[in-house]
């Protein structure tokens, strides 16, 4: 337990990693060192909630009474874990059915943020983030005693998992600027606690998770952040984005939106070529198909979609649509809902029975079934969709950012011929185009949403001491 009385103290260890210029790791070595930050301010006291082997919250309190003030930390000083202002516990005992934890998401990716993960659990962890529609999308292992830094932003949502159960140890809430998630043991269960951030930062902020285990509701968990002084800036506003859905499945697609979202495409063409290959989606009122990239397995199974390339024992596209029709299980469409960083997201559209227990949900699911949505990767969602001959839709905003995009290189295409005609065609004109043509694309660029990007040279001082 940290004491702040006029400033922070204690002592500090870290299990550091040595690493070659390379990046390779040569070694770890245990560095510990004596803290002090000075501050000035009011009094405050940071708790955190831990969980008792029974289940039940049990309180553990940092005591502070002493002067606070916002802490600006260098990464290694963060990484030392000097000024914990945060905890956040999940319920890992018991037995019995678990309620379902409430939907998160990442929401905006404006705001940047640097977030590091510490972990100091006895076994390793897998780190998740919890993309636009709320779905798992892995970001790599982290063994004990390891460090992980990604660069995010505010609002990402990131979730923590333990390799050998694959249970839910933890989860967290990006902030602006630069913070550090460490993941201990704590009594009953694990605690992620999370360092001083850089200034800018947001009055106490919550998010609610349920309990893992035991039954019944889920337990209220409050991360609290420093608040700013009155030195800082105003919090950026908070990310636009809709509320996540309430329920399992929502409007057209699963996640609320309704079918005027949507534009139906038809299936052009499909090419390979060695490594992956393309697939062509007519539009309605564009000439110029939408053009989306597959990888190499995904291309060969579209292609067995097509039946050109039917064998004598099935294939795994043949056994996964015929167990799907073996169960009862209905596709009803394949959804193109957004791009991120140039990706396209898919989902697939399911209606399954619901053995007799009442109507459907989502307004289409007819009686005694249930409509359900999966993420999938364009590849596999268009070859269930050509295997089992059902409608593909593309995202309107999708369909959107396409056109201008093609209208940018349509633009440009104009104006080199004009200028070629006119006679004044030069390298002047053609950089002159070329500079048009990439500011445009800068402005369309920058409303398609961002994805974390993974720090993989991670650097540290050699000399650890605050």
Not at 9 to 25: A, D, P, Y
Not at 276 to 283: E, W
Not at 377 to 384: E, F, I, N, R, V
Request: aromatic letters at 4%.
């Amino acid at each position: 337990m940290h004491v702040i009385q006029g400033a922070l103290q204690g002592r500090c260890s870290l299990l550091v990693q040595r690493r070659c210029l390379h990046g390779r790791i040569a070694g770890t070595r245990r560095a510990s060192t004596k803290c002090r930050v000075s501050g000035s301010g009011q009094q405050r006291a940071v708790s955190a909630a831990a969980t008792c082997d029974e289940g039940a919250p049990a309180a553990a309190t940092h005591d502070a009474s002493g002067p606070t003030h916002a802490v600006h930390l260098s990464r290694r000083a963060a990484l030392l874990g000097l000024s914990v202002l945060s905890g956040l516990t999940l319920n890992l005992g018991g037995g019995g059915s678990a309620a379902a934890a409430p939907l998160l998401r990442s929401l905006g990716w404006t705001v940047p943020s640097e977030l590091t993960v510490l972990n100091d659990l006895e076994h390793a962890i897998k780190i998740y983030w919890l993309n636009y529609d709320g779905d798992a999308e892995l970001f790599g292992s982290l063994d004990p005693g390891s460090v992980f830094t990604v660069k995010t932003f505010e609002s990402h949502a990131w979730r923590f998992v333990d390799t050998s159960t694959g249970s839910t140890v933890a989860e967290h809430v990006a902030a602006a600027g630069q913070q550090v998630v460490r993941v201990a043991s704590k009594t009953g269960g694990v605690v992620a606690y999370t360092t001083a951030q850089s200034s800018g930062m947001a009055a106490p902020q919550q998010h609610t998770l349920a309990g893992r285990g035991g039954g019944g509701a889920g337990l209220a968990q409050q991360e609290q952040l420093a608040a700013p002084s009155a030195a800082e800036p105003p919090r950026p506003l908070e990310p636009s984005s809709p509320a996540p859905p309430a329920t399992a499945f929502e409007g057209f697609d699963g996640l609320g939106n309704n079918e005027t979202a949507y534009s139906l495409a038809q299936l052009r063409e499909v090419s390979i070529y060695p490594g992956g290959g393309n697939v062509l989606l007519a539009l309605p009122g564009s000439d110029t198909p939408l053009e989306v990239a597959l990888a190499g397995p995904e291309a060969l199974s579209l292609v067995a979609a097509t039946g050109s390339l039917e064998q004598r024992r099935p294939s795994t596209l043949g056994t996964w649509t015929r167990s799907l029709l073996a169960s009862g299980v209905e596709v009803r469409r394949v959804c193109i809902t957004r791009m991120v960083d140039g990706i396209f997201y898919s989902r697939i559209v399911l209606s399954r029975p619901n053995d007799g227990e009442g109507g459907g949900e989502g307004g289409d699911g007819g009686a005694g079934a249930t409509l359900c949505s999966l993420d999938a990767t364009p590849g596999d969602a268009l070859s269930l969709a050509l295997a089992l001959r059902r409608p593909i839709y593309v995202n309107n905003e999708v369909v959107r950012l396409h056109r201008s995009v093609m209208d940018v290189f349509i633009r440009r295409r104009a104006a080199m011929e004009a200028a070629a005609a006119s006679g004044v065609f030069d390298e002047a004109a053609e950089a002159e185009a070329d500079r048009a043509a990439q500011d445009a694309l800068d402005s369309i660029t920058r409303a398609i949403p961002s994805a974390p990007r993974a720090v993989h040279d991670l650097q540290l001082d050699h000399t650890l001491s605050a």
